[in-house]
């Protein structure tokens, strides 16, 4: 029995992402993660309600799957959201700790927690990958135009992560690939105020983000493992 499990399966990437898994037909069980279950997930994929903010929802998850688990792909994220005053700051004025705190803890404490309790479901025998959504504008050594203070570093910490669990699973698990993936601009909420002066070849729609995704995590081996990767492939500095 092969299972893959998708957290944030609910947002624009995570469902095409959950999609084109259930297409493909490779994994025995696919598991969908999100904060409101969507009611129309393809036939089979076994739907989860989660929260980042709760880690017992993440420990439960991990609880109820039991066993081994190939593929955790984390598509969840946040870059603005008006309910919690989260603006992508152009200026270091426009700081404010609350907004700063949350988006934090959505892009990178969340994902950390479901590390702590799905890197212990990876095997140690055969390939798995674990990959969380990143960002190209979260790579330090790749930032030219500054702003959006809360999301960048909210990604570069997530990269940092990635680094980390890298290095911490290489003995045990040396056959496994942790990554953080750039999807490129994709036509979701989340880019939708944002894609004014996106060239229309350039702002991916889901399935073809998905797509793109999914090839890249294909063609990862393990010395590749800590790394950040765009939808293209390239790596890109963490
Ligand atoms: N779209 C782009 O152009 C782009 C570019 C670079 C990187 N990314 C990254 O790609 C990932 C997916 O983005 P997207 O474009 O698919 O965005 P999206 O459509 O807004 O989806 C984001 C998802 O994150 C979930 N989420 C937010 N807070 C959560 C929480 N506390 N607990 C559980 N889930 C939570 C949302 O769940 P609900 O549905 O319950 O709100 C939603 O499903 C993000 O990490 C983003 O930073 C996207």
Redesign the pocket.
Known sequence: MSSAVVF?A?????RALTEALAASGRFDRIHAG???LPGDLPAGVEPFA????DEASIAEVAHSIGGQVELVLI?????QDASHAITPEKSFRAIDAEAMAQVLA??TV?PALIAKHFLPLLPRDRRAVFAA???RVGSIGDNRLGGWHSYRASKAALNMLIVNFAIELKRSHPHTIVAAL?????D????LPFQRGVAPDRLFTPATAAGHLLTVIDALAPADSGGLFAWDGTRLPS
């Open positions: 944030g609910g947002g624009g990437i995570g999100a904060r409101r989660f929260d980042l903010g598509a969840s994220g946040v870059l959505i892009n969340g959504l990143s960002a750039h999807p490129g601009t994709v979701t909420e989340l880019s």
